[in-house]
């Protein structure tokens, strides 16, 4: 499928015969040694070193869902990059957020976007929330071969899903399984501290503000015990990456609103560095 600088400019066949409204089946079809899961690694012992993603978080508010990732990517115990984006939009109302094999990953969000699409331009509609969650299931699960020496991707998928009209999220294993999360969610190495921080301060009726405050906390406790996540870098500017999904589609905040967010805590933390719990909201 490979274009012809000779040719006459028409599309090779295959993108012409009529055939499945999913891309990785038509990848599987015509060129399947494109799909992650597909390729072919040399013999090896022990687990591969990779740069890996770590700590993202969700939290659903009357009206959306916040989704959002820390900037860290460790490979070992060193520091692979400060500044990677962890958190990317699946399509107007839908986001996924990367933990796991980074380049892995990465390439797995592209493929769930160019999958995400193509049923919207052959079928001339759009998934339902919960066949999206279903269909990044699936490419997960095609992805274990990989995940068995050590190249795993687990993401958090978050959207508004407008049958229910309510932000939802969904929480995968390395096999692909599926969990719906209620009300809030964490995954990554510094989940554990992630999830505590949330299920301390979460409530049902946060306001979109109150939200993007809440898991903008999270990721700093996480930071502040799980040496692979990494808190805001006041002095390189990098603040984690937040986004918004409500009935209006997907939104990213601005350099200046995470900032500003990350600020707040951080000047609260000066304060109180290891106080009582406080009002956060």
């Known amino acids: 499928m490979e274009a012809n600088p000779r040719s006459t400019g028409r599309l ?10 999913s891309f990785m089946d038509f990848l599987a079809e015509h060129q399947p040694e494109l799909l992650p899961g597909k390729r072919a ?15 993202i978080v969700g939290a659903t508010f009357p009206g959306g869902v916040v989704l959002a990732g820390d900037r860290r990517a460790t490979m070992g115990n060193m520091i692979a990059q400060r500044d990677i984006e962890k958190v990317f939009p699946a399509d107007e109302y839908s986001a996924v957020g990367i933990a796991g094999t980074a380049g892995l990953a990465v390439e797995m969000v592209k493929l769930f976007q160019l999958e995400l699409e193509h049923f919207e331009k052959v079928e001339g509609a759009t998934l339902s929330l919960e066949g999206k969650a279903n269909r990044l299931s699936t490419m997960i699960r095609s992805n274990l071969g990989m995940a068995m020496q050590g190249l795993a991707v ?4 978050a959207g508004y899903d407008l049958d229910r009209e309510k932000g939802r999220i969904f929480s995968y294993d390395v096999t692909g399984g599926r969990s719906e999360e209620h009300g809030f969610a964490a995954t990554g190495s510094g989940s554990i501290f992630a999830r505590g921080s949330l299920k301390k301060l979460y409530r049902e ?32 500017r990098i603040y984690p990456i937040v986004t918004v999904i409500t009935d ?34």
């Open 205 to 236: 009726d946060l306001t979109e503000d109150e939200a993007t405050m809440l898991v903008v906390q999270a990721l700093y406790d996480a930071a502040d015990d799980d040496s692979a996540t990494g808190g805001p870098d006041m002095a390189r």
């Open 154 to 157: 687990v993401p958090l998928f």
């Open 12 to 21: 090779p066949a295959a993108f012409l015969t009529p055939g499945s409204s």
């Open 248 to 281: 209006e589609g997907f939104r990213k905040l601005t350099e200046a609103e995470s900032s500003q967010i990350a600020r707040s805590i951080h000047e609260r933390r000066l304060e109180q560095p290891d106080g009582p719990r406080a009002a956060l909201l």
């Open 41 to 55: 690694l040399p013999p090896m012992k022990g687990v591969i070193e990779a740069p890996h993603g770590t700590t």
